[in-house]
């Protein structure tokens, strides 16, 4: 029950969040196109005005922002004004109407609480219009706003999706006009992915080198001198065996921790939650952690996530002076969002060799999005989202 519970009310609240943020862009879109109604689309304050709120809903929908003029003859410009007069209008009254289901769910399922307040004259809240004569009246009143909190939790994401709709449709960049930025943007990211391998070989070569050789020419010395020792000293060669044993195993867990460092096989043993549940358990400052990805992503999103979580969680302990830390991975259609927030002292920033501009780079070579957010006297949260296809 909980498995499906917990992912429904999450997702009712993601889309109630939308609604809200989208029910207060469309405010600003109503006052766009009035300003462009009054001044019939001439005055270049009324474009740059119906430019702006554009832009926050292509923020808020993760779309690309358009380079270019705002003149009536662009067709960025025309698209935005019948998004404006779209969603200034029936995106506002999506939004209403959705921000209004979870208030009369609240407001109907306790009115047995307090039906004795209102004078007996007097109709029932919302839309029942009706007299409440007693008990019976205010039960069927709390039906009622369990049907209200059921379309509240089904309704919502839908609500959320349609609101949106004009946005991704309208907002969206048609067809290659930004053709020239995308392969500015996969350029970029493909030098960041040239720069990141780059790094990850020579951590590679540099613990094969200083760990693992090392050990290895000791064993080898071991050996030999183990050899000699055979002929001139019997009664040594026990202790230089149990030497060269200890140089063995020392190379076989360096060895090992190499291997983890690329790809962990403990994401392939256990998954991607149970890998993250290790790290959670293991981090020297408490750890709460919750993972909602149905199913596998591939091996390379859920290596990066891992690796994510596992060097943010180094920096809690390491930095950050927290008592506290929390760490979410959850999938949202063809991204995997990864957030780890922590109450230490802030200030994080990627220029202290915290491992943050390892992160990043990380991250955006796989055409990744990462935000820090880390005032002084913090919190600290980290948001990382990651392509997973569909």
């Given amino acids: 029950m909980r498995r499906h519970v917990v992912p429904r009310l999450r997702a009712t609240v993601d889309a109630l969040e939308d609604i809200v943020r989208g029910l207060g862009t469309s405010v600003l879109a ?86 004795r307040a209102l004078d007996p004259e007097d109709a029932g809240p919302g839309i029942v219009l009706w007299r409440i004569d007693g008990l019976g009246d205010a039960l069927v009143v709390l039906a ?29 960049p048609a067809g290659d006009a930004d053709l020239s930025l995308r392969v500015a943007e996969l350029t970029a990211t493909r030098a960041a992915a040239l720069d990141a391998h780059a790094v990850e070989l020579r951590r590679i070569e540099r613990a094969l080198h200083d760990g693992t050789q090392n050990r290895l020419v000791a064993l080898n010395v071991l050996l030999g001198a183990a050899r000699r020792a055979q002929q001139r000293n019997p009664d040594a060669v026990g202790d230089i065996l149990d030497r060269a044993q200890d140089a063995t195993e020392q190379a076989l867990a360096e060895l090992r921790a190499v291997v983890r460092g690329i790809l962990p096989p403990v994401l392939g ?67 995997l969002n990864v957030r780890i927030t922590d109450d230490g002292r802030g200030g994080a920033n990627e220029d202290n060799g915290s491992g943050l501009a390892g992160i990043r780079q990380r991250v955006e070579a796989y055409d990744g999005r990462f935000e820090l957010d880390s005032p002084p006297g913090g919190p600290t949260t980290l948001d990382v989202e990651l392509p997973c296809g569909s």
């Fill in 30 to 115: 109503l006052g766009a196109l009035f300003g462009l109604l009054v001044t019939l689309a001439l005055a270049p304050g009324a474009r740059k005005a119906t430019r702006a709120v554009a832009d926050r809903e292509r923020t808020r929908l993760t779309v690309p922002h358009p380079q270019g003029a705002i003149a009536l003859t662009d067709p960025v410009m025309r698209r935005e004004i019948a998004w404006a007069a779209v969603h200034g209008t029936a995106g506002f009254l999506l939004g209403a109407a959705g921000i209004t289901l979870p208030v009369y769910a609240l407001e109907n399922t306790t009115f047995p609480l307090w039906y």
């Fill in 144 to 172: 009622l706003g369990i049907g209200f909190a059921l379309l509240t939790v089904f309704g919502c994401p839908a609500v959320a999706r349609l609101q949106a709709l004009p946005g991704r449709r309208l907002l969206a």
């Fill in 269 to 335: 043993d256990r998954g991607l939650a149970g890998a993250l549940a290790g790290l959670a358990s293991g981090c020297a400052v408490p750890c709460h952690l919750e993972v909602d990805v149905p199913g596998r992503c591939a091996a390379s999103v859920e290596a990066t996530a891992y690796f994510v979580v596992a060097e943010a969680l180094t920096n809690v302990v390491k930095h950050s002076g927290a008592a506290a830390a929390a760490a979410s991975v959850r999938r949202d259609g063809p991204r």
